[in-house]
């Protein structure tokens, strides 16, 4: 079975240009999120959709971040304009179940590494 | 959410049985445990998953006391690619991640 896929893998860019991630979940998965990890820190969820609709974006930086998830399969994170607090690895999952349902596991992928220069 | 609690960081050796112990005193009736692996430049790996009592699978076994406040994972007989962040999660379909126990293991 084929895993999450991410790319690109790495990225380098100055502050205040824009850059996107694009995520490709597990078959079949109607749960995807998307995660930012900062060095030494433990990943932050930035986004959760079921299908192509969001469940949950408190954690969003909406002024700069946007994520969409089109027919409800791949999905794309977006950055515009990135700032240099934006340097992380930012790391896409799936899962098989939703909200409300208690064994919801999560697949990551390998992320992609943000540098804003 | 629960909030979960787990040592920054433990030390061990080759062939030796690993406890990383993990407390949730709010965990919520509904809530399940949940453990995950992450190595450097990967994304977190699932390891183990329990509700009461213990599981065990072919990496690890989780042991959860009756008042579930806390769970304790087990991994046997490590090795040095055991050496990994290891993240104690409590909930349902909502994920929070903690900073985890980093895991080294000597040869």
């Known amino acids: 079975e084929a895993g999450v896929a991410q790319s690109p893998r790495y990225k380098i860019i100055e502050k205040r240009q824009s850059v996107a991630f694009w995520c490709n979940p597990i078959s079949g998965h109607a749960t995807l999120y998307w995660y930012q990890q900062i060095l030494g820190q433990g990943p932050k969820l930035l986004i959760q959709f079921q299908n192509n609709g969001v469940v949950d974006d408190s954690q969003l930086p909406k002024d700069r971040f946007s994520a969409e998830r089109l027919k409800g399969v791949d999905s794309t994170l977006k950055i515009q304009p990135a700032k240099l607090e934006d340097s992380a690895v930012y790391l896409c999952?799936?899962?098989?179940?939703?909200?409300?349902?208690?064994?919801?596991?999560?697949?990551f992928g390998a992320g992609t590494r943000l540098s804003v220069l | 959410l629960a909030k979960t609690t787990q040592p920054i960081s433990m030390d061990s050796y080759e062939g030796q049985e690993v406890n990383i112990t993990c407390s949730h005193n709010n965990i919520a009736t509904n809530d399940y445990i949940t453990w995950y692996q992450q190595f450097p430049s990967q994304g977190p790996r699932f390891i183990i998953q329990?509700?009461?009592t213990k599981v065990t699978n072919e990496v690890a076994s989780l042991f959860i006391p009756a008042d579930r406040k806390s769970s304790t994972l087990s991994l046997p007989r490590v090795s040095l690619s055991d050496t990994a962040v290891y993240y104690c999660l409590v909930g349902d379909y909502k994920l929070i991640f903690g900073t985890g126990t980093l895991l080294a293991v000597q040869p």
């Open positions: 999952a799936s899962s098989l179940v939703g909200p409300g349902v208690a064994k919801n596991i999560q697949y």
């Open positions: 329990g509700y009461k």
